[in-house]
């Protein structure tokens, strides 16, 4: 039996991500799975100089992640300044991620030629690569989808097998 206020169509605000929770969340609600009621809390998403930032912690590949923070109208992270790479590496120190997150630079349309997913090069602005060369030699071309490596490795950018699934950081604006 559902009451008129479960028909009010709940919805976490943008740049939140709805998840299910039994603990007590600071926007804890109800929503329809099925028919079924069930409490969840909408999880932050975190602000810093004028965008939001969503930590995805199930593992996904390239493709899945940038799928998913297209979901929720938002793109896979892109880091244009060094202070928005320290506050990438402040996310990861946050959380557990023993690889890294996915970021949205890629170089699926040139071999060798990154660009972040608004089609600007990554070489035009701020970089943190592992080498001197765009990307991660230790791979020939094979790998094209660049994520931030762990503490361990200083926070730099490699590019991966995009298949590989790993944590990621969704971008809002
Ligand atoms: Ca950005
Ligand atoms: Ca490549």
Known sequence: MFGPEDKVLQRCKFGHEREPSTAQGDQTTCSSNN????????????????????????????IEAKEFCESKSGFLVDIKTEEEQRFVESLIDAGSYPVGVWTGGNDLQTE??????????????????IGTNQGFSGNGGEDDCMHVSPK???????DLDCSITIQSICEFQ
């Open 35 to 62: 028919g079924t009621w069930r409490p969840f809390t909408c999880k932050r998403a975190i602000a810093f100089k004028g965008s939001y930032y969503f930590v995805q912690n199930e593992q996904l590949s390239w």
């Open 112 to 129: 060798g030629t990154f660009q972040w997913l608004d089609n600007t090069y990554i070489s035009a602005g701020f970089m943190n690569w």
């Open 152 to 158: 361990s490795m200083l926070y730099k950018w490699v």
